[in-house]
């Protein structure tokens, strides 16, 4: 019984001790692979937050449209750092890209709800005014 369980345990830190040499390995191969910077921008973008931008063409209607465009968002160092010349080119262009899309997109939907609220607020306020006590 003695020889099977340190037969076993030898296994078992043999294992043990190859994955620890193994998975630093992988990690910094997949780290610096040549992945494509059109994909990762789009992924990066898709955090940005569009309810924020919906909020301030809301509330700023036109002038909240104009703000989301004249904004240029700056892409996530994390991304870019190590990077060659040519990736960080395609990645920063993307992303602006992609940012300033669904930035104008949310404050336009949210100058259109702001607009038609507005609407419907002097609509109701100018029926009440007409209806006599």
């Known amino acids: 019984m003695s020889q099977s369980v340190r037969k076993y345990s ?21 780290a610096f692979s040549d992945s494509d910077p059109v994909a990762e921008a789009k992924s990066y973008a898709d955090d940005e937050s569009g309810g924020t931008w919906f909020l301030i063409g809301c509330v700023g209607g036109f002038i909240g449209y104009i703000v989301a ?20 080119a395609t990645f920063t262009d993307t992303y602006i890209s ?21 609407l419907v607020l002097y609509a109701a306020v100018i029926a009440a005014a007409d209806d006599p006590l």
């Open 10 to 30: 030898s296994i078992f830190f043999l294992i043990v001790s190859f994955s620890l040499v193994v998975q630093p390995l992988n990690t910094a191969s997949s």
């Open 69 to 88: 465009t004249a904004i240029t968002p700056n892409p996530p160092s994390r991304a870019i750092v190590g990077k060659d010349e040519e990736y960080v």
């Open 98 to 118: 992609e940012v300033q899309s669904t930035r104008r997109s949310n404050a336009m939907y949210g100058c259109l709800v702001g607009t038609g609220a507005t």
